[in-house]
Nanobody, 125 residues
Framework: QVHVVESGGGLVQAGDSLRLSCTAS????????MGWFRQGPGKEREFVAA????????SYADSVKGRFTLSRDNAKNTVYLQMNSLKPEDTAVYYC??????????????????WGQGTQVTVSS
């Protein structure tokens, strides 16, 4: 069992930056691909970004490319989502996901094994 916990959410203004962290328990953290999803008010969950177990492969939604950067530190069992130039439309609950397979995260999130509880990000205009 893997316990996934997000942190770092908050209220910011448009144009500000925020860094989300996601920590996953277990000695096999470096075996997991990790990803972020978000769900805005009245919207469906959408993919944000994902990273392979090694950090060598990353994938981003078009809406965040060039503004968000996903990285990981396997020694700390943590992934980081650096969010720059935030927009009001980035307002959402952000969820961290873990799975052995990066493709599952990017293409079939309903099959993702582990999810966090989410952290709220609110961007005011």
């Amino acid at each position: 069992q893997v316990h996934v916990v997000e942190s770092g959410g908050g209220l910011v203004q448009a144009g500000d930056s925020l860094r989300l962290s996601c920590t996953a328990s277990g000695r096999t953290f470096s075996s997991y691909a990790m990803g972020w999803f978000r769900q805005g008010p009245g919207k469906e969950r959408e993919f944000v970004a994902a990273i392979s177990w090694s950090g060598g492969d990353t994938s981003y939604a078009d809406s965040v490319k060039g503004r968000f950067t996903l990285s990981r530190d396997n020694a700390k069992n943590t992934v980081y989502l650096q969010m720059n130039s935030l927009k009001p439309e980035d307002t959402a609950v952000y969820y961290c996901a873990a799975d052995f397979n990066l493709v599952v995260i990017t293409t079939t999130p309903d099959r993702v094994h582990y999810w966090g509880q989410g952290t709220q990000v609110t961007v005011s205009s």
